[in-house]
């Protein structure tokens, strides 16, 4: 068996258990380190599919920044009580599940009729596409091809950072009338 | 690589679906949240195994823009979670019922 099948058949069942424990922890916390281990497997997949740029940029901002912001907001929050299993809306539950497993099976159809579940990819991947390594030849195309588009991320992430400053500070810039009355409203309940 | 590209392809449209699973049947706004970081890694994964097939670098590309977004989207999400906590002091999304008709 060659070694990249033994990795995928490894990591495979790995990544989609993972993301059914996520689904099926009650406590939040838990959720989120079952989360880190599905980006992990995914970072695997990465390195497998030879895009071992994007295997470290996994790891590194969505295993580490991403999840650290996660935890990070339910510790301050507190909210890693177990949530309750009341519906609300009638059916919701089942409802969701069949509708997610409907999804599923359509895909994978999907995928059937695109691709063919036989298609093999091209072997000499490492010499045409990641000529001169994966990060050398991501970023011939990176700064060539999509040279505007990662200006314009530059500024989406600039407009993040504000926004979060805005959402995030406590003190009222500018308090209407109508917020000073329903706030006193809530004060006064 | 033996391996045929769409098992790549089928693993990340199981893992879509829970995902979506995830973003209807949970009640917590984090753990919803998580679900959608999910999908979105569902979808890089797709992306990349596509652009081995394809043997060229476009969807390696797309998928490094669509983690530079999701990044963005984490910071303002989890913002605007911690805002609303602080107005009802709960997580969930059942009660943040003030729109409703």
């Not at chain 1, 992990?40 to 497998?48: D, E, P």
């Not at chain 1, 740029?53 to 009580?81: E, H």
């Not at chain 1, 000499?124 to 390594?133: L, M, P, R």
């Not at chain 2, 999910?38 to 195994?49: C, I, R, T």
Request: hydrophobic share 60%; aromatic share 10%; proline share 2%.
């Amino acid at each position: 068996m060659p070694l990249d099948q033994v990795v995928f058949w490894v990591f495979a069942p790995i990544s989609v258990g993972s993301a059914i424990a996520m689904l099926l922890q009650r406590n939040a916390v838990h959720a989120a380190l079952f989360l880190v281990v599905n980006f992990f497997t995914i970072a695997v997949f990465y390195l497998v599919l030879g895009a071992s740029f994007l295997f470290a940029v996994q790891i590194i901002v969505y295993a580490g920044a991403i999840m650290v912001l996660f935890l990070f907001v339910i510790m301050l929050l507190g909210v890693d009580r177990e949530e309750s299993l009341v519906e609300r809306l009638r059916g919701q539950r089942v409802i969701g599940i069949t509708l997610g497993v409907g999804i599923a099976l359509e895909l994978i159809v999907a995928i059937r009729a695109g691709i063919g579940f036989a298609t093999k990819a091209p072997a000499n991947f490492d010499q045409v596409a990641n000529e001169g390594g994966n990060a050398e030849a991501l970023s011939r195309v990176l700064f060539r091809d999509y040279f505007f588009p990662f200006e314009v991320t530059s500024i989406l992430l600039i407009v993040a950072a504000i926004a979060v400053v805005v959402l995030a500070s406590r003190q009222r810039r500018s308090v209407t009338k109508a917020q000073a009355a329903s706030e006193a409203d809530e004060a006064a309940v | 690589m033996r391996t045929p590209i769409s098992y790549f392809v089928v693993v990340s449209a199981m893992l879509f679906a829970i995902g979506t699973i995830g973003v209807l049947v949970r009640k917590n706004a984090l753990v919803i949240f998580m679900s959608v970081e999910l999908q979105l890694n569902a979808v890089n994964l797709a992306l990349v195994s596509f652009s081995r097939m394809h043997n060229n670098l476009n969807g390696q590309v797309l998928a490094f823009f669509s983690m530079v977004v999701a990044a963005a989207e984490v910071v303002v999400g989890l913002a605007i979670i911690v805002t609303v906590y602080r107005r009802r002091q709960s997580a969930s999304v059942d009660d943040a019922t003030v729109l409703r008709g």
